[in-house]
């Protein structure tokens, strides 16, 4: 599998932008894609995910109400929808994919990812 992740950029704060998550290869073996963000001295989190066969999703509690989740299986392709940004959004985000179809539904945990798209920077200034 793998990812390509783009969509990001430089905004002011306040305003929005959409990353995608394009998936290649055996994407049909994939059951979760989610996104992670790494801000310069932090360590990775994870803020959202969708099981791309059931449609569950997770959104951290930092962007639950201003970045939804979407997937159009038939582009295999998963939408993160960044809006009302704020300065502390800045950071490196990453799209993974999770081969392992969770009981409890998709996982924010990115150890159990296993593969990772390079990462789209997004910088959001005050």
Do not use: H
Not at 28 to 41: E, H, K, L, N, V
Not at 58 to 79: C, E, H, M, W
């Amino acid at each position: 599998v793998q990812l390509q992740a783009s969509g990001g950029g430089f905004v002011q704060a306040g305003g929005s932008l959409r990353l995608s998550c394009t998936s290649s290869g055996r994407t049909f073996s994939t059951y979760a894609i989610g996104w992670f963000r790494q801000a310069p001295g932090k360590e990775r989190e994870g803020i959202a995910c969708i099981g791309r066969s059931d449609g569950n999703t997770y959104l951290a509690q930092s962007v639950k109400g201003r970045f939804p989740i979407s997937s159009d299986n038939a582009k295999n392709t998963v939408y993160l929808q960044m809006n009302s940004l704020k300065a502390v959004d800045t950071a490196i985000y990453y799209c993974a994919a999770d081969l392992v179809r969770r009981q409890y539904g998709c996982s924010p945990y990115g150890p159990l990812y296993d593969y990772w798209g390079q990462g789209t920077l997004v910088t959001v200034s005050s």
